[in-house]
């Protein structure tokens, strides 16, 4: 019975996770491009609000673009992996609506999730092979519309959007003690995994309400920041514990956490994961913890220190970046063993082992 439980829970949960990674990595773009073009025209204006007018107004409404179209983009992208091409036009729809009755991100993972599973079944009905094409031209995108849609707008958007409004509200009461284990855990999330799925998890749900909750992305803008400025200061502080190659590979993963790249501390993981992640865990939370303690507040959908243009409170910011950052540092170069290099006789045996041929004319 618990073998066929387990089963049946890894029945659907490998593809739900497929499906919202691969919407997650497809959304991505948008929250890049529009997060980064946002922040910059702010940094250009020189004034903590967001530029309306002249050209860098022009510049803040093509950040504001990108920003506006990544939950339907995350909706589209979840029917797409569902049910192919067919699933793109119902799933954007559907998520663009959530977004219009305030059903936040759950309504737009929602929608994309009924408007796929909505073509999927259209997909079923028997069609004869003269009107193949018509089918996923005209029957798919306007079936799986009407029913996703229909079933949003008339039927559970509003009860989502009220959940939402509930958890906006929650969540903006906690204060002082009440956000430390929110944000420990949002923090280790995001640097468990350094951009994988968990890191996704909690990214997610801190971007999609930056407009409601900008503490939220406050704490893991700050945390996603902290591995690979953790790592990178590790490189610079205690050489000794580092080959060449990865102090070369420290002044990268440096540029990456300003510019909010968490994936800049993979390297360092991958060599050494018993040491590295479980620092990169723990200095993301504790960055995570002291940007919601702090009161910061970030504007974009983005972390790092590029996003400290539209980051109220950017002194508690850095604070909190350099705290976690610097959690990753002294455990990571504590705990290293110092680097040796090889020998040149090592180096031989290796070259020797590495290119040993087997001919087998001679047995």
Known sequence: MAENASKKKQSWWAPAQKHLMTATGYMIPFVVAGGIIFALAVML????????????????????????????????YIAFSMADRPGLAPGFITAYLATQIHAGF??????????????????KIKVPNNYRTLTTIFLYPLGGTLIASGIMVYLIGA???????FLTHFLNSLSGAAKAPLGAVLGAMVGVDMGGPINKVAYTFAQTQVDTLPFLMGGVGAAGATPPIGLGIATLIFKKKFSPEDRDAGIAALLMGTMGIT?????????????VIPANT????VACLSGFMFGCLNHAPWGGLIVLPVVDNRWG???AVALGSAVVALIVGFAKKPYVAETPAEEKAEANDDDIDFDIQQF
């Open 45 to 76: 204006s020189g004034k903590p609000s967001v530029p309306t007018t002249g050209n860098l107004g022009k510049l803040a409404s093509i950040g504001s673009a990108g920003l506006a179209l990544f939950i339907p983009a995350l909706g589209g």
């Open 106 to 123: 759950i309504g737009g993972i929602i929608g994309g999730i009924m408007a796929g599973f909505a073509v999927k079944y259209l997909k």
């Open 159 to 165: 009860p989502i959007a009220n959940f939402m409004t």
């Open 263 to 275: 994936e800049g501390a993979i390297p360092f993981a991958t060599a050494d994961p018993l040491r």
């Open 282 to 285: 723990i200095g993301a939370a």
């Open 317 to 319: 910011y850095i604070a």
